[in-house]
DNA sequence: CGCTGCGTTGAGACTACTCAATATCCGTGG
DNA sequence: CCACGGATATTGAGTAGTCTCAACGCAGCG
């Protein structure tokens, strides 16, 4: 049995999607977990053409998933957080289309498709929330194509700074109007798909707005409302019961 | 009972997953099927915001599914084609973040979510193979979002024919090397995140390259070796058994 | 003290955009 | 059968956004 914080958090989120999850569905989803790792920054936890025999919970620290071409170019396709199941769709699917790298040191559990599985069987709507987090993640998916394909570099950024506030919100990584951002601006970029000098000046003109400012990693959302209107953040597809802010 | 291609096309996609779909779980995934509806080209399907209660499975023609910005912007996140699950995702998600248009008269079957659920209770199975096909769904957004983000717009269009070549082959909706693409250029552009303007001339280069050749709607493969290497396709994120080509 | 990684700046090139005009295709009604 | 209208495709010209390459500054660390 695992213990500690970034569990409380994962449960944290799975109730903010579905109020009903019982005591026992949650102990025996605390069961599910067996080992946790410590993991070092920039290191590849899981990679790809890999067939999996486990999934990773984020405990601490921030990781991320991305895909590479052949030529080296990287576009990183989400941004996971601690409380983030980040590749729970492993378990269906075993074979990875993507790898998975610590952005930070990270402290990860493993859930051993094995035990998943036997969760899945004990409770058909503990399977339903795996299912419903997939799906979720899917649609965090969809606003970054959206951002890449349609808003500017500018909105598209802001769209990012709203997404992971809200996210980090729900369990407490948040300090006032404030949390911490630890990528560096060419992780960033391979976010959002533009180079890295690109990114550094979409990051001066969101400071030159005031909207958003910076104190070393620590970013600071000044107006939250006029940063919304830009990027045009509707927190809906995030499916929260009761949204923040 | 629903009888007809459609249908067999979406269960003989769900066996190139998973070839262990026993007799009684087709027949029961058949079963939850109810009408089939007629629909127009350029018609919503489903809006944004909507609470659903039932999934639409694609019998005849193209669909997809977009995003409208506040201005009007519109990004389109998937393309479906006969015997894809439209939005299956609506069933645990209930609330769309999306909106889905037909792009051709389509036939769409009605699967009613309580109808699903009962599948799911039967056979836990047949829920993990819903679980996977809406995982595949992300993962070739994935690709999606990797195209808009890294790579070219020759690229990226070079890899959207090369996606749907070996997707309609899997149901035969090919022929030889070619197959019917009835999007407008417009409904491409907003597929690849450019101008209409931009995916003309995107197109007029693959032209030139002799790769790709038209004949009024329909697209022929012509190189499908140097095609696919233009496009870095890879398709392992289609998690199919046996691949064609 | 001198790496090394990260952020910042400048200059010039290129990709993709917008606006606007023209061409082509196709279905409908005369 | 032809004329017409509407949608779609194509072209041109000028512009905006983003890229690449290269240099420089600064901080942390061995």
Redesign the interface.
């Known amino acids: 049995m695992v213990q500690e914080r970034g569990v409380d958090d994962w449960i944290r989120t799975i109730r903010h999607r579905d109020s009903t999850l019982s005591p026992e569905e949650e102990a025996d989803l605390r069961g599910a977990l067996s080992v946790v790792v410590e993991e070092p920054a920039d290191r590849d936890v899981v990679r790809e053409?890999d067939r999996q025999t486990r999934s990773h919970l984020l405990l601490e620290g921030w990781a991320g998933r991305y895909?590479t071409?052949?030529d080296g170019?990287?576009?990183i396709?989400a941004i996971h957080v601690p409380g983030d199941f980040v590749d729970l769709?492993s378990f269906?699917?075993q074979?990875m289309?993507?790898s998975v790298v610590t952005f930070t040191p990270c402290r990860i559990a493993h859930a051993p498709h094995e035990r998943l599985r036997e969760v899945?069987?004990r409770h058909?709507h503990v399977?339903?929330l795996?299912?419903?987090s997939?799906?979720?993640?899917?649609?965090v998916?969809?606003?970054?194509?959206?951002g890449?394909?349609?808003?500017s570099a500018l909105e598209q950024t802001a769209h990012l700074f709203c997404e992971l506030f809200v996210r980090l919100e729900l369990t407490g990584r948040t300090d006032g109007r404030t949390f911490i951002f630890p990528l560096s601006q060419a992780e960033l970029a391979d976010c959002?798909?533009v180079s890295a000098v690109h990114a550094n000046r979409v990051l001066q003109d969101l400071r030159g707005t005031r909207m958003l400012a910076w104190r070393g990693r620590r970013v600071e959302i000044r107006e939250w409302d006029a940063l919304a209107a830009l990027a045009?953040f509707d927190p809906?597809?995030l499916?929260l019961a009761d949204l923040p802010r």
């Not at 997939?134 to 649609?139: E, G």
């Not at 998916?141 to 959206?146: D, E, K, N, Y």
């Not at 890449?148 to 808003?151: A, E």
């Open positions: 053409h895909i071409l052949s170019r990287r576009q396709v769709h269906p699917l074979i289309d993507h899945t069987v058909p399977a339903r795996m299912w419903l997939t799906l979720i993640d899917a649609a998916l969809r606003q970054w194509l959206v890449s394909g349609k808003r959002l798909g045009g809906v597809y499916n």
